[in-house]
Nanobody, 127 residues
C-alpha cells in the first residue's frame, strides 16, 4: 500500500504562490505517474495536473491552471511538486496527489487509472 503525503498548502493572497509536495517514504515514486486533483466545497473534483512516470516527459494541465501551475518531479528526493503561481480565489480547494503505476497521463479522465490517493492539503486564496 503506497502512502502519499502532501504538504505545502496554506493561505495566500491573490497573486501569490505556493509549492505543494507529494512524497512517500515507502517506495520509489519513479514508477508512478503523479496527478494532482482539487476539490472545492460543493464542486466536482477536478484533475488539474499530471506528470508521467520515470522521466516525467509528459505533463498535463487543466485549462484553468495552464500557464500558472507547473508540475515537476525530483526522483532523487522521491517527491513530485506542484508549483502554483498567480493564485486566484477560485483556486481555493483541497489539493490531493494520486499515483498511477507506470502511468503516462494520457487518460481523458485522470482519476480512472489512479491506484493510490493522498489525504489532501488545503489551499486558500483570499485577501
Amino acid at each position: 500500500q503506497l502512502q502519499l503525503v502532501e504538504s505545502g498548502g496554506g493561505s495566500v493572497q491573490p497573486g501569490g504562490s505556493l509549492r505543494l509536495s507529494c512524497a512517500t517514504s515507502q517506495y520509489t515514486l519513479e514508477n508512478y505517474a503523479i496527478a494532482w486533483f482539487r476539490q472545492a466545497p460543493g464542486k466536482v473534483r477536478e484533475g488539474v495536473s499530471c506528470i508521467s512516470h520515470s522521466d516525467g516527459r509528459t505533463t498535463y494541465y487543466a485549462e484553468s491552471v495552464r500557464g500558472r501551475f507547473t508540475v515537476f518531479r525530483d526522483n532523487a528526493e522521491n517527491t513530485v511538486y506542484l508549483e502554483m503561481n498567480t493564485l486566484k480565489p477560485e483556486d481555493t480547494a483541497v489539493y490531493s496527489c494520486a499515483a498511477d503505476l507506470f502511468g503516462d497521463c494520457q487518460d481523458d479522465d485522470l482519476s480512472r487509472s489512479i491506484d493510490y490517493w493522498g489525504q489532501g492539503t488545503q489551499v486558500t486564496v483570499s485577501s
